[in-house]
């Protein structure tokens, strides 16, 4: 049975860095493409960031120059670092996979975590 499982939320100050973990297990193959999203308290589900297999990397606009994805396969776990955080950051975030990119960065991956709340405050 897949399983993505989220950890490293928390909460923060202003300013203040996390870095969120998710672990991958029941895969045969660890999905390509992979990516983080967050859907904030009586929000719409937003695109937080994705990476590929052949190092292709995307971000938000709102977190570019703050947040650093990245994997290793290895220990199949994919990293979010977060850098200089900022309230309107705070949301649940969850780990996203799928063979397929768009399906990442649109929203529609078919497999999804539980999530990990991280809360910013000012």
């Known amino acids: 049975q897949v399983r993505l499982a989220e950890s490293g939320g928390g909460s923060v100050q202003a300013g203040g860095s996390l870095t969120l973990s998710c672990v991958m297990s029941?895969?045969?193959?660890?999905?390509?493409?992979l990516g983080w999203f967050r859907q904030a308290p009586g929000e719409e589900r937003e695109f937080v960031s994705a990476t590929d297999n052949s190092g292709g990397i995307q971000y938000a606009a709102s977190v570019v120059g703050r947040f650093t994805i990245s994997r290793d396969n290895a220990k199949n776990t994919l990293y979010l670092q977060m850098n200089g955080l900022q309230p309107e950051d705070t949301a649940v975030y969850y780990c996203?996979?799928?063979?397929?990119?768009?399906?990442?960065?649109?929203?529609?991956?078919?497999?999804w975590g539980k999530g990990t709340q991280v809360t910013v405050s000012s």
């Open positions: 996203v996979a799928d063979h397929w990119w768009d399906m990442v960065v649109r929203g529609t991956a078919r497999d």
């Open positions: 029941g895969y045969a193959d660890i999905p390509d493409c």
